[in-house]
C-alpha cells in the first residue's frame, strides 16, 4: 500500500529532531512561502534544481490525437484532452431536447454514446501544445526514485493553464537536465 504525504507531514520530522521552536503554524507558513516564491519562478520559464532530487519545470508537449477501437468495437479519441465545460454543456442541451435532466441523461445513455458526443481541447491558442508541470528525476542518485511522484495542487494547474491561454508567455519544449 502507497502512503501518501502532504507539504503538512514535513513539520513532523522538523519537530522530532528539535531544528527549532517554531509552532505548525508558523512553519507551514514559511514552507508554504516558499514555495509560492519556488512556483513564480517556474511560471516565468525557469526551471527548478532542487539539489539531488532532480528538476522542476513546466514541460510542452504537441498533442498528438488518434482514432482507437475499443473492444467492444466502438470507437473514440485518445491523446487529446476534453473540454468537459463544452461537453457538459452539449450533454445537457441533448438531455433538455429529450425531456430529461441532466442526471437521468446520464443515466439513461451509454458511456459509449456519451464518448461519441466528447467535445476536445484542440488547444489552438497555443497550436496545439499542452503545458504541464514535469519532475524531472533522471540524473538523481535518488533511491527507488521511479515509486515518487509530485503532484501540485490544483490550483496551480488552473494558474498555468490561465497564463498559457493568455499568450503572454511561451515555455521551451522539454527542458530536462538544464
Avoid at 519545470?57 to 487529446?80: A, L
Amino acid at each position: 500500500m502507497r502512503e501518501t504525504l502532504s507539504l503538512s507531514d514535513s513539520y513532523f520530522p522538523y519537530r522530532e529532531k528539535k531544528m527549532g521552536k517554531l509552532s505548525r503554524v508558523e512553519y507551514m507558513r514559511i514552507v508554504n512561502g516558499l514555495f509560492k516564491f519556488a512556483l513564480e519562478y517556474v511560471y516565468e520559464g525557469h526551471v527548478i534544481k532542487m539539489g539531488e532530487i532532480g528538476n522542476l519545470g513546466i514541460n510542452t508537449k504537441k498533442i498528438n490525437p488518434r482514432i482507437v477501437k475499443f473492444g467492444n468495437g466502438s470507437e473514440g479519441v485518445r491523446g487529446i484532452p476534453p473540454d468537459w465545460v463544452a461537453t457538459k454543456k452539449l450533454w445537457t442541451e441533448k438531455a433538455e431536447a429529450m425531456g430529461l435532466t441532466f442526471k437521468q441523461y446520464l443515466e439513461v445513455t451509454t458511456k459509449e454514446d456519451r464518448v461519441k458526443d466528447m467535445v476536445y481541447c484542440f488547444n489552438e491558442h497555443s497550436n496545439g501544445l499542452v503545458y504541464g508541470f514535469q519532475w524531472w528525476k533522471d540524473h538523481t542518485e535518488l533511491k527507488n526514485k521511479d515509486i515518487y511522484t509530485l503532484r501540485l495542487a490544483r490550483a496551480n494547474k488552473r494558474k498555468l493553464s490561465t497564463i498559457a491561454k493568455g499568450g503572454d508567455k511561451e515555455y521551451a519544449p522539454s527542458k530536462k537536465n538544464l
